[in-house]
Protein backbone atom coordinates (compact mmCIF):
# COMPACT_ATOMS: atom_id res chain seq x y z
CA UNK A 1 0.00 0.00 0.00
CA UNK A 2 1.46 3.38 -1.29
CA UNK A 3 1.46 5.73 1.97
CA UNK A 4 0.48 9.31 2.09
CA UNK A 5 3.37 11.64 1.64
CA UNK A 6 3.97 12.96 4.72
CA UNK A 7 4.35 9.12 6.35
CA UNK A 8 6.52 8.39 3.60
CA UNK A 9 8.33 11.08 3.65
CA UNK A 10 9.20 11.16 7.32
CA UNK A 11 9.58 7.46 7.44
CA UNK A 12 12.50 8.44 5.04
CA UNK A 13 14.23 11.10 6.64
CA UNK A 14 14.22 9.47 10.20
CA UNK A 15 16.17 6.09 9.51
CA UNK A 16 18.40 5.58 12.10
CA UNK A 17 21.62 6.10 10.17
CA UNK A 18 25.70 6.09 11.72
CA UNK A 19 27.53 9.47 11.34
CA UNK A 20 30.50 11.41 12.57
CA UNK A 21 32.04 11.77 16.07
CA UNK A 22 30.00 15.22 16.41
CA UNK A 23 26.57 16.91 17.29
CA UNK A 24 24.80 17.65 14.20
CA UNK A 25 23.14 20.71 16.02
CA UNK A 26 24.33 22.40 19.17
CA UNK A 27 21.27 23.73 21.57
CA UNK A 28 19.36 26.09 20.59
CA UNK A 29 19.84 25.92 17.39
CA UNK A 30 16.50 25.62 15.24
CA UNK A 31 16.25 24.99 11.57
CA UNK A 32 12.90 25.09 9.62
CA UNK A 33 11.94 23.67 6.46
CA UNK A 34 8.62 24.33 4.47
CA UNK A 35 7.53 21.14 2.51
CA UNK A 36 6.03 21.42 -1.16
CA UNK A 37 4.38 18.27 -2.97
CA UNK A 38 3.31 17.97 -6.77
CA UNK A 39 1.08 21.14 -6.34
CA UNK A 40 0.87 22.11 -2.87
CA UNK A 41 3.76 24.45 -2.48
CA UNK A 42 3.32 24.61 1.47
CA UNK A 43 1.93 21.43 1.94
CA UNK A 44 4.03 21.07 5.36
CA UNK A 45 6.54 22.18 7.62
CA UNK A 46 9.54 20.19 8.95
CA UNK A 47 11.23 21.62 12.29
CA UNK A 48 14.56 20.31 13.46
CA UNK A 49 16.04 21.85 16.77
CA UNK A 50 18.42 21.00 19.44
CA UNK A 51 18.07 21.61 23.42
CA UNK A 52 19.67 20.51 26.47
CA UNK A 53 18.27 17.19 27.62
CA UNK A 54 15.59 17.36 30.57
CA UNK A 55 16.86 18.12 34.37
CA UNK A 56 16.61 13.70 35.14
CA UNK A 57 19.26 13.10 32.20
CA UNK A 58 23.07 13.28 32.62
CA UNK A 59 23.85 16.92 31.52
CA UNK A 60 26.39 15.61 29.00
CA UNK A 61 23.15 15.05 26.47
CA UNK A 62 21.30 16.70 23.67
CA UNK A 63 17.69 16.34 22.73
CA UNK A 64 17.47 16.75 19.13
CA UNK A 65 13.97 16.83 18.42
CA UNK A 66 11.95 16.78 14.73
CA UNK A 67 8.72 17.68 14.22
CA UNK A 68 7.15 17.07 11.35
CA UNK A 69 2.87 18.24 9.90
CA UNK A 70 1.04 18.69 7.19
CA UNK A 71 -0.49 22.33 6.51
CA UNK A 72 -2.77 23.89 4.31
CA UNK A 73 -4.86 22.16 1.88
CA UNK A 74 -3.20 18.75 2.30
CA UNK A 75 -4.01 18.86 5.82
CA UNK A 76 -7.81 19.42 5.39
CA UNK A 77 -7.19 15.97 2.68
CA UNK A 78 -4.38 14.00 5.20
CA UNK A 79 -3.49 15.51 8.66
CA UNK A 80 -0.21 13.89 9.76
CA UNK A 81 1.83 15.14 12.97
CA UNK A 82 4.81 13.45 13.87
CA UNK A 83 7.80 13.54 16.87
CA UNK A 84 11.14 12.17 16.53
CA UNK A 85 13.71 12.34 19.69
CA UNK A 86 16.97 11.41 19.55
CA UNK A 87 19.24 11.70 22.49
CA UNK A 88 22.96 12.15 22.01
CA UNK A 89 26.06 12.38 23.88
CA UNK A 90 27.26 16.12 23.47
CA UNK A 91 31.16 15.46 23.02
CA UNK A 92 30.47 12.81 20.56
CA UNK A 93 26.90 12.92 18.92
CA UNK A 94 26.60 9.21 20.25
CA UNK A 95 23.06 8.51 19.88
CA UNK A 96 21.65 6.86 22.75
CA UNK A 97 17.88 6.34 22.49
CA UNK A 98 15.55 7.57 19.41
CA UNK A 99 11.44 7.79 20.37
CA UNK A 100 9.35 8.25 17.28
CA UNK A 101 5.63 8.80 17.21
CA UNK A 102 3.16 9.91 14.56
CA UNK A 103 -0.45 10.69 14.63
CA UNK A 104 -2.85 10.80 11.79
CA UNK A 105 -7.19 10.16 11.51
CA UNK A 106 -6.47 6.35 11.70
CA UNK A 107 -3.57 5.68 13.61
CA UNK A 108 -1.35 6.41 15.71
CA UNK A 109 2.01 4.96 16.11
CA UNK A 110 5.07 5.11 18.94
CA UNK A 111 8.32 3.52 19.38
CA UNK A 112 11.35 3.86 21.25
CA UNK A 113 14.92 2.08 20.09
CA UNK A 114 17.56 2.05 22.76
CA UNK A 115 21.04 1.35 21.97
CA UNK A 116 23.16 -0.86 23.48
CA UNK A 117 27.02 -0.47 22.50
CA UNK A 118 28.53 -2.72 25.34
CA UNK A 119 26.18 -5.73 23.08
CA UNK A 120 25.69 -3.93 20.02
CA UNK A 121 22.41 -3.74 19.83
CA UNK A 122 19.44 -1.66 19.13
CA UNK A 123 16.37 -2.82 21.19
CA UNK A 124 13.49 -1.64 19.18
CA UNK A 125 10.11 -1.31 21.28
CA UNK A 126 6.69 -0.87 19.47
CA UNK A 127 4.22 0.75 21.96
CA UNK A 128 1.56 0.69 20.50
CA UNK A 129 2.13 -2.90 18.95
CA UNK A 130 4.20 -4.82 21.14
CA UNK A 131 4.60 -8.21 19.50
CA UNK A 132 6.69 -6.22 17.20
CA UNK A 133 9.50 -5.53 19.30
CA UNK A 134 12.65 -6.75 18.46
CA UNK A 135 16.94 -6.75 19.76
CA UNK A 136 18.48 -5.72 16.38
CA UNK A 137 22.44 -6.81 16.20
CA UNK A 138 24.51 -3.51 15.05
CA UNK A 139 26.79 -3.61 12.42
CA UNK A 140 30.08 -1.61 12.32
CA UNK A 141 29.37 2.26 13.57
CA UNK A 142 27.12 4.67 15.72
CA UNK A 143 23.82 5.09 14.45
CA UNK A 144 21.87 8.34 14.49
CA UNK A 145 18.54 9.26 12.70
CA UNK A 146 19.51 9.78 8.87
CA UNK A 147 18.33 13.61 8.70
CA UNK A 148 19.95 14.57 12.03
CA UNK A 149 23.13 12.36 9.67
CA UNK A 150 22.54 14.35 7.15
CA UNK A 151 22.86 17.65 8.86
CA UNK A 152 26.15 16.50 10.13
CA UNK A 153 27.74 16.12 6.61
CA UNK A 154 28.11 20.08 7.24
CA UNK A 155 30.94 19.02 9.47
CA UNK A 156 32.44 17.43 6.37
CA UNK A 157 35.11 18.21 3.97
CA UNK A 158 33.71 15.79 0.72
CA UNK A 159 34.09 16.83 -2.92
CA UNK A 160 32.17 15.91 -5.60
CA UNK A 161 33.24 12.09 -5.72
CA UNK A 162 33.99 11.25 -2.70
CA UNK A 163 31.96 9.38 -0.55
CA UNK A 164 31.64 7.80 2.97
CA UNK A 165 30.23 4.95 4.06
CA UNK A 166 26.87 4.65 6.67
CA UNK A 167 25.02 2.66 9.16
CA UNK A 168 21.32 2.47 8.82
CA UNK A 169 18.53 1.26 10.62
CA UNK A 170 14.52 1.56 9.28
CA UNK A 171 12.52 0.16 12.07
CA UNK A 172 14.26 -3.21 12.71
CA UNK A 173 16.37 -3.45 9.57
CA UNK A 174 19.78 -2.34 9.33
CA UNK A 175 20.33 -0.42 6.12
CA UNK A 176 24.37 -0.11 4.72
CA UNK A 177 24.39 2.55 3.04
CA UNK A 178 27.24 5.24 1.24
CA UNK A 179 26.80 8.60 1.09
CA UNK A 180 27.73 10.56 -2.29
CA UNK A 181 28.79 13.79 -2.76
CA UNK A 182 27.24 14.06 -6.34
CA UNK A 183 27.61 17.85 -7.81
CA UNK A 184 27.78 21.60 -7.04
CA UNK A 185 24.31 23.50 -7.43
CA UNK A 186 23.58 26.65 -6.64
CA UNK A 187 19.93 27.07 -4.35
CA UNK A 188 18.29 30.29 -3.71
CA UNK A 189 16.03 30.45 -0.85
CA UNK A 190 13.94 32.59 1.86
CA UNK A 191 17.57 32.92 3.92
CA UNK A 192 19.28 34.29 0.27
CA UNK A 193 21.26 32.21 -2.77
CA UNK A 194 23.95 29.45 -1.71
CA UNK A 195 26.86 27.38 -3.32
CA UNK A 196 25.76 23.85 -2.51
CA UNK A 197 27.45 20.43 -2.52
CA UNK A 198 24.48 17.88 -3.46
CA UNK A 199 24.99 14.52 -1.16
CA UNK A 200 23.30 11.58 -1.65
CA UNK A 201 22.86 8.11 0.42
CA UNK A 202 22.68 5.01 -1.77
CA UNK A 203 22.55 1.29 -1.00
CA UNK A 204 25.87 -0.17 -2.74
CA UNK A 205 27.09 -2.68 -0.10
CA UNK A 206 24.24 -4.99 -0.55
CA UNK A 207 21.57 -6.08 -2.99
CA UNK A 208 19.00 -2.69 -2.73
CA UNK A 209 15.73 -3.07 -0.42
CA UNK A 210 13.16 -1.17 1.12
CA UNK A 211 12.61 2.57 -0.27
CA UNK A 212 16.25 1.92 -2.35
CA UNK A 213 15.32 -0.78 -4.40
CA UNK A 214 11.40 0.87 -4.89
CA UNK A 215 13.59 3.01 -6.40
CA UNK A 216 13.69 6.04 -4.15
CA UNK A 217 16.21 8.53 -3.34
CA UNK A 218 16.93 10.94 -0.73
CA UNK A 219 19.09 14.14 -1.08
CA UNK A 220 20.48 16.90 0.84
CA UNK A 221 21.87 20.75 -0.33
CA UNK A 222 24.47 21.82 2.04
CA UNK A 223 25.47 25.44 1.59
CA UNK A 224 29.49 25.42 0.83
CA UNK A 225 29.95 29.85 0.78
CA UNK A 226 28.48 29.88 4.68
CA UNK A 227 30.66 29.28 7.52
CA UNK A 228 27.17 27.73 9.02
CA UNK A 229 27.04 25.72 6.50
CA UNK A 230 23.14 24.73 6.46
CA UNK A 231 21.65 22.10 4.97
CA UNK A 232 19.17 24.27 2.47
CA UNK A 233 16.93 21.60 0.94
CA UNK A 234 15.86 17.80 1.26
CA UNK A 235 14.24 15.83 -1.74
CA UNK A 236 12.70 12.51 -1.32
CA UNK A 237 11.93 10.68 -4.42
CA UNK A 238 9.14 8.28 -4.57
CA UNK A 239 7.57 6.81 -7.56
CA UNK A 240 4.61 8.39 -7.09
CA UNK A 241 6.17 11.92 -6.67
CA UNK A 242 8.90 14.05 -4.44
CA UNK A 243 8.58 15.92 -1.45
CA UNK A 244 11.52 18.81 -1.34
CA UNK A 245 11.83 20.78 1.90
CA UNK A 246 13.18 24.14 1.89
CA UNK A 247 15.04 25.84 4.75
CA UNK A 248 13.00 29.08 5.42
CA UNK A 249 14.11 29.40 9.29
CA UNK A 250 17.85 29.36 11.00
CA UNK A 251 17.93 29.98 14.66
CA UNK A 252 21.97 30.07 15.55
CA UNK A 253 22.86 28.01 18.78
CA UNK A 254 22.34 29.56 22.62
CA UNK A 255 25.68 31.52 23.64
CA UNK A 256 27.07 29.47 26.08
CA UNK A 257 26.98 30.03 29.84
CA UNK A 258 29.85 31.61 31.89
Known sequence: MIRP??????????????????PALLPGEALTYRVSWGIFFAAGEIRIFAEPAPAAIPSD????????????????????DARAEALVEAPTG?????????????????????????????????????????????PPGDPLDLIMSLIT?????????????ALVLFD???????????????????????????????????????????????????AQNDPRRLPVKFEVELKFGSGVATLVGYQPPASPKL
Open 5 to 22: WPAAVLAALNLISSTTAQ
Open 172 to 222: QDPYELTIHAVRYEEITTRLGTFQTLVLEPRMEKTPPKGMFKRGSAVRVWI
Open 94 to 138: RLISHVETTTTKEKQTRHVTTLDYAKRLARYRDEIEPGRNLDVPL
Open 153 to 165: TRQWDLKPGEKRD
Open 61 to 80: RILNVTTTATRGFARALYAF
